[in-house]
């Protein structure tokens, strides 16, 4: 089975490492940063990945990851690309799953046995 390939979009160095660390030993799959949402649909346009996880805030602009999510939705080529958001807000995960997205995670609940489970479609066992 080839590694697989995720795009991390507008975290924190923070973050990125510690999902980073997770996906890498859980999943062996490479996490890809993208700081802002047309960096991350040139990416897209240009590379496959097997899944996209966009911040509710990007960190290096502050824009709304849904606007992401939203550009994503509006390419038909983009549109397959499955899309999660990182956000312990309900509100917002249920905005970005009305936006396109799969239902997604927080960062406080990466380990948790529902996080894997939303994520085995995708990456399957972890």
Do not use: W
Not at 5 to 23: E, M, N, P, W, Y
Not at 47 to 61: G, H, I, M, Q
């Amino acid at each position: 089975m080839a590694k697989r390939k995720i795009l991390s979009v507008g975290q924190c160095a923070a973050d990125h490492a510690t999902l980073a660390r997770f996906f890498t030993t859980q999943y062996k799959a490479d996490l890809v940063p993208a700081q802002t949402t047309d960096e991350a649909l040139e990416r897209l346009r240009q590379e496959t990945f097997d899944l996209v996880l966009v911040n509710r805030l990007l960190d290096a602009d502050g824009s709304p990851g849904l606007d992401l999510i939203r550009a994503m939705q509006a390419e038909a080529a983009l549109r397959p690309v499955p899309v999660m958001l990182v956000s312990n807000y309900e509100e917002a995960q249920a905005q970005a799953v009305t936006a396109g997205a799969r239902p997604g995670f927080g960062k406080a609940g990466l380990t948790d046995p529902a996080t894997r489970e939303r994520l085995r479609p995708f990456l399957g066992e972890g």
